[in-house]
């Protein structure tokens, strides 16, 4: 890495709104809110049961084992190269997915912002325009494209807050579409038919993907003045931030539109729309806010990758600098950023989001435009969750070793609190990955989650088959191994 790329210029400030872009993403509102009104209820679990810990670990871990490579890093200094190898295949593969998804989404609020059905052909265009955007701003360094996830996370702060502000008005002058009638109502896994509602358990998947994040914090340690005190506090900052701003336009979206009536794709904007029409805004100037908001929240899925890519890239290139990945993929480009795994994110990005389009207007029955859009998260979804399953394990191994770096952050207490901490997220993983793949326990199910059923042993079944090829291989490098034990 050239000598000047080596000095600090990502600040306190910047690492904190960095954290919010990344975490706090504007996609997975509206699917969060289709929970409900349990939805408050399963907030308030998933932050003393995952989301405190999760950040708290991934600060420990982040200071106290500095590196791009993040999770990585932590996963073979705790189990070795090959688990760590399938991690770094699972956080990869989660994200071209990702990325395809949101270009998806992208055409889909440009369709319901400016009042028009595209051509597939258009559709494209914007698709590819889209995803060659942020695979070149994935080639950035953090501290070169700081602005981006800045205003990605004031941006995010302004619709977030705005859509909470409209539903807290309307609920009081008006009522709400989705009115608590009793205690019951907030209950997770409540059947008001008597018994236990396990579909509810499907949902733990959506807010704990609303909460991930914290590790990528991590990969920025390089680009900081004083990454051991910066980290936990960028963490503890921007997750009290993070946690307010889910909560309000959570909030304003169940206010707005009766749960059955709501769409997990363009549901934030639809919201907007229903709640400024309301309060009797005219159509004219609900148009013009609904263009507004809708292009702000264009934006923040231009920021929330790019700021995602700079963290996926690193722990790909560490794993391809070890042997775990191909070789190629470590290459760099003058910035020390590397090229290769952002050029193969957008090439299998951009096949993902081709090949759903064509299925979606030329194959028989096929889906609308705007569905695919749930499909590929959800596939995504389950591939970075499956990345996530060791991180808690092996903070428990780790955190036995005592601390590693003097002043590094450490999480203090008895064994039974180190304990809880380690093994209640890594519970709650695995219930939101069952549930997310088996929501129901009847063969119906299977006749509409076979694909992300399929898709995600395929997914499984690939891993394996790279760690298996990669380890036959000549040893990783030198350069990697020294890097690895620093």
């Avoid at 080596?6 to 509206?30: E, N, Q, Y």
């Avoid at 699972?90 to 071209?96: A, E, G, H, M, Q």
């Avoid at 959570?250 to 707005?256: D, M, W």
Wanted: proline share 5%; glycine share 8%.
């Amino acid at each position: 890495m050239p000598e000047k790329y080596k000095k600090p210029k990502f600040r306190l400030f910047s690492a904190v709104l960095a954290t919010v872009c990344i975490i706090l993403v504007g996609d997975a509102v509206a699917p969060t809110a289709s929970i409900g009104n349990s939805q408050y209820f399963w907030w308030i679990i998933m932050l003393i049961g995952f989301f405190v810990p999760y950040g708290l670990i991934s600060a420990e871990l982040g200071t106290q084992y500095p590196s791009e490579g993040g999770l990585y890093t932590w996963i073979k200094k705790a189990f070795g190269k090959k688990w760590a190898g399938r991690v770094a295949w699972y956080y990869w593969v989660n994200f071209p997915l990702w990325v395809a998804s949101l270009a998806d989404l992208v055409t889909s609020y440009l369709m319901q912002m400016l009042g028009v059905d595209m051509t597939w052909q258009l559709v494209l265009a914007i698709q590819v325009f889209y995803i060659a955007l942020v695979s070149i701003l994935g080639v950035l360094r953090i501290s070169q494209s700081a602005w981006v996830s800045n205003l990605g996370a004031i941006v995010k702060f302004i619709f977030m807050a705005g859509l909470g502000a409209l539903g807290i008005y309307v609920l009081v002058t008006q009522g709400s579409a989705n009115p608590i009638t009793s205690f019951t109502d907030l209950l997770p896994l409540y059947n008001p038919d008597g018994g236990i509602d396990f579909t509810g358990l499907g949902f733990v998947s959506l807010i704990i993907f609303n909460m991930l994040g914290f590790e990528v914090v991590s990969t920025f340690s390089n680009d900081m003045t004083n990454p051991k005190k910066e980290i936990p506090k960028a963490i503890i900052l921007g997750g009290i931030l993070i946690a307010i701003f889910y909560l309000l336009p959570s909030f304003g979206i169940g206010v707005a539109i009766p749960l059955e009536e709501l769409s997990t794709d363009t549901g934030l904007l639809d919201s907007y729309s229903t709640l400024l029409s309301i309060i009797g805004f005219s159509a004219g100037l609900s148009k013009a806010i609904i263009v507004i908001v809708g292009g702000l929240f264009i934006y923040t899925l231009v920021a929330n990758i790019s700021s995602w890519s700079f963290g996926v890239n690193s722990v790909v290139a560490y794993a391809a600098e070890d042997g775990t990945f191909p070789k190629s993929w470590a290459k760099r480009n003058k910035n020390g950023v590397p090229y290769v795994v952002s050029i193969w994110t957008g090439i299998v990005a951009l096949i993902i989001s081709v090949a759903g389009i064509l299925i979606a207007n030329f194959a028989p029955e096929g889906s609308e435009i705007t569905n695919l859009f749930w499909t590929f998260f959800s596939l995504s979804l389950v591939t970075l969750l499956l990345s996530y399953v060791p991180m808690f394990i092996a903070f428990l191994k780790l955190h036995k070793k005592g601390p590693q770096v003097k002043n590094g952050y450490w999480i203090s207490g008895g064994k039974v609190k180190i304990t809880l901490f380690g093994i209640v997220p890594f519970i709650l993983l695995l219930i939101a990955l069952f549930f997310t793949l088996f929501p129901e326990f009847n063969l119906e199910m299977f006749a509409y989650n076979w694909p992300l059923i399929v898709g995600a042993c395929i997914a499984i079944i690939a891993g394996e088959i790279m760690v298996y090829r990669m380890s036959k291989k000549a040893p990783a490098p030198r350069k990697a191994k020294a890097e690895l034990k620093a």
